[in-house]
């Protein structure tokens, strides 16, 4: 175990740009691994996932008034690509007012830098107190944030056609009973921050959530389908033990977009796909098998009839290795 001076000389700089409320910097220092996880004074400020914490960083750095923090102490040491920091300071107010803050970080080398997987920082007082406002920090808003987000121009491609993913979890309904209600909450804060790292990795749009699934948007489909593919790696494994099974299914096409959502055939079709996936499947339309012309490894494929749609339908797996 080493001492580590630019973890401490790190540490400070995060919290400069903390008291400078400069988001951008504060989101970049933090990892993409889905387990990256903040904990911090007020109850519903325990955050997992870097979506979620970078989205809580943007919009509480919004919220804040003007402050300074004080660091006093920095204490920071590594060993090999992982290191530790304890800082302990003060965050003072232009009003006069003070509390004292203690904080933890664990960094991970990631390439040429340092970047947070876990912060935990708390003060002696609450936010309300200290700052003179309430800061947003419930999980549930948070995550509708993350989920709401209107998708960008990119969301398309260029001549207008869009590619629409749809994910379920298969048998919610019995893993939510078998798990029981916080445990489910638990599982599915871990599944939601998966879906959107990948989505927000492979340049995608998250147009809404829709319970224990997502409807999401990409301009192209060898980018949906890498997508899929890598949420099936992340998920495989299960949380906690307990397998998680999701549905994912594609299809591209043109597509009306009105106030950060997609409606049309397009959308019709790509949600039938992914309600005739078997859990673990990634099924593709005929459109996007043709689009992917053999960029990824299909299965045979299957004809069938989708609700609501007429004539038969062709669908084709894709092998998940």
């Known amino acids: 175990m080493d001492s580590a001076p630019e973890l401490e000389e790190f540490t400070r700089a995060f919290f400069d740009f903390f008291a400078r409320r400069d988001a951008e910097s504060m989101v970049d220092a933090i990892s993409k691994d889905p387990g990256t996880t903040a904990i911090g004074t007020a109850e519903e400020e325990w955050w997992i996932g ?120 298969e048998g919610s309904t019995a893993l939510m009973e078998s798990l029981g209600e916080e445990s489910w909450t638990a599982m599915l804060a871990w599944h939601d921050a998966v879906v959107v790292q990948q989505t927000r990795t492979f340049g995608g749009t998250v147009v809404k959530g829709q319970g224990d699934g997502f409807m999401l948007a990409f301009p192209s489909s060898g980018a949906a389908t890498a997508c899929a593919l890598s949420i099936q790696h992340s998920l495989s494994a299960g949380w906690s033990g307990v397998p998680v099974s999701v549905r994912i299914g594609i299809h591209c096409g043109n597509a009306r977009e009105s106030a950060g959502d997609f409606f049309g055939r397009t959308v019709i079709i790509a949600a039938r796909v992914a309600s005739a996936a078997n859990g673990g499947e990634i099924l593709v339309s005929h459109d996007v098998q043709a689009s992917l012309a053999g960029a990824f490894a299909l299965g045979e494929p299957e004809t069938l009839n989708l609700k609501g749609l007429s004539g038969a339908h062709t669908l084709f797996p894709v092998i998940v290795t």
């Open 50 to 169: 870097p979506d979620i914490l970078k989205t809580a960083l943007s919009i509480q750095a919004g919220e804040m008034p003007d402050f300074v923090i004080s660091v006093d102490q920095v204490v920071g040491h590594k060993e090999g690509s992982i290191g530790w920091v304890s800082m302990n300071g003060s965050i003072d107010m232009t009003d006069g007012t003070s509390s004292r803050v203690r904080s933890s970080l664990v960094l991970r080398r990631e390439g040429a830098y340092w970047r947070i997987v876990h912060i935990h920082m708390s003060g002696t007082t609450s936010n309300e107190d200290l700052l003179g406002r309430t800061l947003t920090t419930a999980f549930d808003e948070l995550i509708d944030l993350v989920r709401d987000e209107p998708p960008p121009m990119t969301a398309a491609a260029a001549d207008g056609s869009v590619t629409i993913v749809f994910t379920d979890i």
